[in-house]
C-alpha cells in the first residue's frame, strides 16, 4: 500500500497526489482563462463590454452580439452566414477525405511489401518538420498554374494530405495483426473489402484523431481565403472572423468578434471532448524511432 | 499436417495470382496521398529551392542568379541579422524547448493522478492548441489592448500600479515577451498528448523493481525508468515542439496587427518571408528565406533525433 502514493496512473487518491494539484489546477486555469474570459465578453451587452473598470463576469447575459454577428454581412455585402456555410462544407468535406486518403496511403504502407515502402515511409517521417507557411509562395504559384484560383477546391485539396496523420495511421496499423489480414483474403475478400471491413473498423481511433486534426487545422484556416480565393463568396468563416476583427476599432466589433469567437471554439472543443479517449489511445502508437 | 499444407498452397496460389492486382491495389490506394503530397508539400519544396537561385518579381521570368540570394541574406541583409535572426532565436529556443520541457513536466504530473480528474485537467491544458491563430489573435489582443477598456491596462491601473494604459502591443519592450507568454501558452499541442500517453503506458512492474533496486525518489524515477521507457514518444514530442515553435510565428503580426512589427520587436522569419514575398514581391529572395527556415527546422530536428533515438 505503500507504494500506491507513488504510482503512475493511480486507482485512489492518496494525499501525496495533493503537490500535483497545487501545481496543475492553477496551470490548468491559466489555460483556460483565454477561453472564459471570450465565453464572457461574448454574452455582455454593449456596456458591461465598456464598463470602466471592467469585470470578467458577465453581469446580465445577452444573445445580442450573437444576433447582430447572425445579421452582419461584409463590407463587399457577403452575409456572414456565406461564410459560415462555406467553412462547414469545406471542412466536412476535409475531414472525411483525408481520412479516405490517409487510411489507404497507411493500409499500403503498413501492410504491403514493395521495394520503395520504407523510402515512402521516412519521406514522410521527414515531411512531419515540414512547416507550411514557409512554403506559401511556391504553393500559391502551383495552385495559380494549377487554375485552382478562386476554386473551393483551394480549400480542400491542399490540406488532404497530412504526414502526421499518415504516421499516426501507418503506427497504429502495425499492430493490427498480419493473421487477421490474411485469413480475409483467405476467404476471398479483395483489397478494398479488407480495408473497408476489417482494417478501418479496427484503426479507427487512429482515423478519429486523425479526423480531429484535420478538424482543427481546416476549421482555422485563413491561408486558401487570404492567398487564394479573391471572390468573397467563396471565403470562409475564421477568414471572417479574422477580417471582423481587424476592423474592430467600430464600437459593436468587439463584442461581435468575442461572438465570433466562441462559434469558431465551440465546435473543436466538442468534437475532442467527445473523442478524446481515441485521440489518447491512437497517441500511445505514436513512437517514432 | 495436410490441411495446414493445403493452406499453404492456396495461400501461394493467392500471391501469384495476385500479383499485377496486388500491384494495382498497392497504385490505387497510395496514388491520392501521394499525389496531393507532390503537389503541396514535396513540389512547393523543390520550387522554393529552385526559386532561391534566381531573380523572381512575378511579373517576368525567374533569372538565375545562383547563390546571390544567400549571400545577400547573410551579409547585406540588416533587418535579417539585426532583427529577425536573433528575435528567431529567442522566440524558437524559449517556445521549443520550454514548451517541451513543459509539456513532459506537465503530463509527468498528470500521469500521478486518478484517471477523472486528469481528464479534465489534460483537456484544460490542451484547449489552448486547438483553437487556432484567428480566436488566439482575438482573445489576446482584447486582453492587452492598449486603451482602457484593455482588460490588464484597466486591471493595472484599478490596482495602481500604472496611472495611464500601456500600449502593451505596439511597444517593442513588452511585444516580445507576450509573443513568448502566448507561444508557451498554446504550445502543449500533439507532442503533449504523445507524451502523457506514453508515460501512462509504461510498464508498471518496471517501477516496482525499479524500488526494489534501489531508486529512492521521483527524480531518480523518471530519469532510469520514466524517459527510457518512452523516448520513441519523446522524440515526437520534441519533433513536433519545434515544428511548433517555427510555425507559430505569424503571432507577432496578428497581435500587433501589422507586418513589419512596430520596431520590429516581434519580427520572425515568417514575417520576413511574407513581407519580401507577398508585400515587395522579391519571390526569390523569399525563398530563399524559406529555404534556410526549413533547413533550421530539419537542423533542430537532427539534433532531437540525436538525443532521443535508438542508436
Same mark, same amino acid.
Given at each position: 500500500?505503500?507504494?500506491?502514493?507513488?504510482?503512475?496512473?493511480?486507482?485512489?487518491?492518496?494525499?501525496?497526489?495533493?503537490?500535483?494539484?497545487?501545481?496543475?489546477?492553477?496551470?490548468?486555469?491559466?489555460?483556460?482563462?483565454?477561453?472564459?474570459?471570450? &465565453?464572457?465578453?461574448?454574452?455582455?451587452?454593449?456596456?458591461?463590454?465598456?464598463?470602466?473598470?471592467?469585470?470578467?463576469?458577465?453581469?446580465?447575459?445577452? $444573445?445580442?452580439?450573437?444576433?447582430?454577428?447572425?445579421?452582419?454581412?461584409?463590407?463587399?455585402?457577403?452575409?456572414?452566414?456565406?461564410?459560415?456555410?462555406?467553412?462547414?462544407?469545406?471542412?466536412?468535406?476535409?475531414?472525411?477525405?483525408? &481520412?479516405?486518403?490517409?487510411?489507404?496511403?497507411?493500409?499500403?504502407?503498413?501492410?504491403?511489401?514493395?521495394?520503395?515502402?520504407?523510402?515512402?515511409?521516412?519521406?514522410?517521417?521527414?515531411?512531419?518538420? $515540414?512547416?507550411?507557411?514557409?512554403?506559401a509562395i511556391p504553393r500559391y504559384l502551383i495552385i495559380k498554374q494549377t487554375g485552382l484560383t478562386d476554386n473551393f477546391l483551394a480549400h480542400i485539396l491542399p490540406a488532404l494530405a497530412m504526414p502526421v496523420g499518415l504516421f499516426l495511421v501507418?503506427?497504429?496499423?502495425?499492430?493490427?495483426?498480419?493473421?487477421?489480414?490474411?485469413?480475409?483474403?483467405?476467404?476471398?475478400? @479483395?483489397?478494398?473489402? #479488407?480495408?473497408?471491413? %476489417?482494417? #478501418?473498423?479496427?484503426?479507427?481511433?487512429?482515423?478519429?484523431?486523425?479526423?480531429?486534426?484535420?478538424?482543427?487545422?481546416?476549421?482555422?484556416?485563413?491561408?486558401?481565403?487570404?492567398?487564394? #480565393?479573391?471572390?468573397?463568396?467563396?471565403?470562409?468563416?475564421?477568414?471572417?472572423?479574422?477580417?471582423?476583427? @481587424?476592423?474592430? @476599432?467600430?464600437?459593436?466589433?468587439?463584442?461581435?468578434?468575442?461572438?465570433?469567437?466562441?462559434?469558431?471554439?465551440?465546435?473543436?472543443?466538442? #468534437? $475532442? %471532448?467527445?473523442?478524446?479517449?481515441?485521440?489518447?489511445?491512437?497517441?500511445?502508437?505514436?513512437?517514432?524511432? | 499436417?495436410?490441411?495446414?499444407?493445403?493452406?499453404?498452397?492456396?495461400?501461394?496460389?493467392?500471391?501469384?495470382?495476385?500479383?499485377?492486382?496486388?500491384?494495382?491495389?498497392?497504385?490505387?490506394?497510395?496514388?491520392?496521398?501521394?499525389?496531393?503530397? !507532390?503537389?503541396?508539400?514535396?513540389?512547393?519544396?523543390?520550387?522554393a529551392i529552385g526559386l532561391s537561385l534566381t531573380y523572381f518579381n512575378s511579373i517576368q521570368l525567374p533569372e538565375f542568379q545562383g547563390l546571390l540570394n544567400y549571400i545577400t541574406l547573410l551579409t547585406q541583409d540588416e533587418i535579417f541579422l539585426?532583427?529577425?535572426?536573433?528575435?528567431?532565436?529567442?522566440?524558437?529556443? +524559449?517556445?521549443?524547448?520550454?514548451?517541451?520541457?513543459?509539456?513532459? *513536466?506537465?503530463?509527468?504530473?498528470?500521469?500521478?493522478?486518478?484517471?477523472?480528474?486528469?481528464?479534465?485537467?489534460?483537456?484544460?491544458?490542451?484547449?489552448? !492548441?486547438?483553437?487556432?491563430?484567428?480566436?488566439?489573435?482575438?482573445?489576446?489582443?482584447?486582453?492587452?489592448?492598449?486603451?482602457?477598456?484593455?482588460?490588464?491596462?484597466?486591471?493595472?491601473?484599478?490596482?495602481?500600479?500604472?496611472?495611464?494604459?500601456?500600449?502593451?502591443?505596439?511597444?517593442?519592450?513588452?511585444?516580445?515577451?507576450?509573443?513568448?507568454?502566448?507561444?508557451?501558452? !498554446?504550445?502543449?499541442?500533439?507532442?503533449?498528448?504523445?507524451?502523457?500517453?506514453?508515460?501512462?503506458?509504461?510498464?508498471?512492474?518496471?517501477?516496482?523493481?525499479?524500488?526494489?533496486?534501489?531508486?529512492?525518489?521521483? *527524480?531518480?524515477?523518471?530519469?532510469?525508468?520514466? +524517459?527510457?521507457?518512452? =523516448?520513441?514518444?519523446?522524440?515526437?514530442?520534441?519533433?513536433?515542439?519545434?515544428?511548433?515553435?517555427?510555425? !507559430?510565428?505569424?503571432?507577432?503580426?496578428?497581435?500587433?496587427?501589422?507586418?513589419?512589427?512596430?520596431?520590429?520587436?516581434?519580427?520572425?522569419?515568417?514575417? =520576413?518571408?511574407?513581407?519580401?514575398?507577398?508585400?515587395?514581391?522579391?519571390?526569390?529572395?523569399?525563398?530563399? +528565406?524559406?529555404?534556410?527556415?526549413?533547413?533550421?527546422?530539419?537542423? *533542430?530536428?537532427?539534433?532531437?533525433?540525436?538525443?532521443?533515438?535508438?542508436?
Amino acid at each position: 500500500m505503500a507504494f500506491q502514493g507513488t504510482k503512475i496512473n493511480p486507482k485512489r487518491f492518496d494525499k501525496s497526489q495533493l503537490k500535483f494539484y497545487f501545481f496543475l489546477i492553477p496551470m490548468a486555469l491559466f489555460m483556460v482563462l483565454p477561453v472564459v474570459y471570450i &465565453i464572457n465578453q461574448a454574452f455582455k451587452p454593449l456596456d458591461e463590454l465598456f464598463m470602466f473598470p471592467p469585470r470578467f463576469f458577465v453581469i446580465k447575459p445577452t $444573445f445580442q452580439n450573437f444576433s447582430d454577428l447572425w445579421r452582419t454581412s461584409s463590407t463587399t455585402g457577403v452575409p456572414m452566414t456565406r461564410y459560415l456555410f462555406n467553412s462547414i462544407v469545406a471542412t466536412s468535406l476535409t475531414v472525411f477525405l483525408t &481520412i479516405m486518403v490517409t487510411a489507404g496511403a497507411g493500409y499500403v504502407l503498413s501492410k504491403k511489401t514493395f521495394k520503395a515502402k520504407n523510402w515512402l515511409f521516412s519521406v514522410n517521417q521527414l515531411a512531419l518538420m $515540414f512547416v507550411p507557411i514557409a512554403v506559401a509562395i511556391p504553393r500559391y504559384l502551383i495552385i495559380k498554374q494549377t487554375g485552382l484560383t478562386d476554386n473551393f477546391l483551394a480549400h480542400i485539396l491542399p490540406a488532404l494530405a497530412m504526414p502526421v496523420g499518415l504516421f499516426l495511421v501507418k503506427q497504429f496499423m502495425d499492430q493490427v495483426p498480419d493473421a487477421v489480414i490474411e485469413a480475409a483474403r483467405l476467404d476471398g475478400a @479483395n483489397d478494398w473489402q #479488407i480495408l473497408n471491413k %476489417i482494417v #478501418i473498423p479496427l484503426v479507427r481511433p487512429a482515423l478519429a484523431t486523425v479526423g480531429i486534426l484535420t478538424f482543427q487545422v481546416s476549421w482555422n484556416a485563413t491561408e486558401a481565403s487570404s492567398l487564394y #480565393i479573391t471572390n468573397e463568396t467563396l471565403k470562409n468563416f475564421a477568414f471572417y472572423l479574422s477580417s471582423l476583427t @481587424n476592423a474592430s @476599432n467600430s464600437i459593436a466589433g468587439v463584442g461581435m468578434a468575442a461572438a465570433a469567437g466562441l462559434i469558431m471554439f465551440l465546435p473543436n472543443l466538442l #468534437i $475532442f %471532448i467527445l473523442l478524446q479517449s481515441k485521440v489518447m489511445n491512437t497517441m500511445s502508437h505514436s513512437g517514432m524511432k | 499436417m495436410t490441411q495446414a499444407r493445403q493452406l499453404m498452397n492456396q495461400l501461394a496460389r493467392k500471391k501469384e495470382n495476385g500479383t499485377l492486382g496486388e500491384w494495382l491495389a498497392i497504385f490505387w490506394l497510395l496514388l491520392p496521398y501521394a499525389l496531393m503530397f !507532390s503537389l503541396f508539400v514535396a513540389i512547393p519544396v523543390a520550387f522554393a529551392i529552385g526559386l532561391s537561385l534566381t531573380y523572381f518579381n512575378s511579373i517576368q521570368l525567374p533569372e538565375f542568379q545562383g547563390l546571390l540570394n544567400y549571400i545577400t541574406l547573410l551579409t547585406q541583409d540588416e533587418i535579417f541579422l539585426k532583427y529577425v535572426l536573433p528575435n528567431t532565436f529567442k522566440y524558437s529556443l +524559449i517556445v521549443g524547448p520550454g514548451g517541451y520541457f513543459l509539456s513532459f *513536466f506537465l503530463a509527468w504530473m498528470l500521469a500521478q493522478i486518478q484517471v477523472k480528474p486528469r481528464t479534465i485537467l489534460a483537456l484544460a491544458i490542451y484547449t489552448p !492548441s486547438m483553437v487556432g491563430g484567428v480566436f488566439i489573435a482575438v482573445v489576446w489582443r482584447t486582453l492587452f489592448s492598449g486603451n482602457e477598456a484593455g482588460y490588464i491596462n484597466a486591471l493595472l491601473i484599478q490596482w495602481g500600479w500604472i496611472t495611464k494604459p500601456i500600449q502593451f502591443l505596439q511597444d517593442p519592450a513588452f511585444l516580445m515577451n507576450i509573443m513568448i507568454v502566448v507561444g508557451l501558452w !498554446s504550445a502543449m499541442g500533439i507532442g503533449f498528448l504523445a507524451m502523457l500517453a506514453g508515460i501512462i503506458n509504461t510498464n508498471e512492474e518496471l517501477y516496482e523493481a525499479a524500488y526494489i533496486d534501489g531508486i529512492k525518489n521521483k *527524480f531518480q524515477e523518471v530519469i532510469y525508468i520514466t +524517459i527510457p521507457s518512452m =523516448h520513441s514518444q519523446m522524440l515526437f514530442g520534441a519533433v513536433m515542439a519545434i515544428v511548433g515553435a517555427f510555425n !507559430s510565428g505569424w503571432i507577432g503580426v496578428a497581435l500587433s496587427g501589422s507586418n513589419p512589427t512596430p520596431q520590429y520587436a516581434g519580427q520572425l522569419i515568417i514575417n =520576413h518571408i511574407e513581407d519580401y514575398g507577398f508585400q515587395r514581391y522579391e519571390m526569390g529572395y523569399a525563398a530563399a +528565406i524559406s529555404v534556410a527556415l526549413l533547413l533550421m527546422v530539419w537542423g *533542430f530536428s537532427k539534433l532531437a533525433y540525436r538525443l532521443f533515438s535508438d542508436r
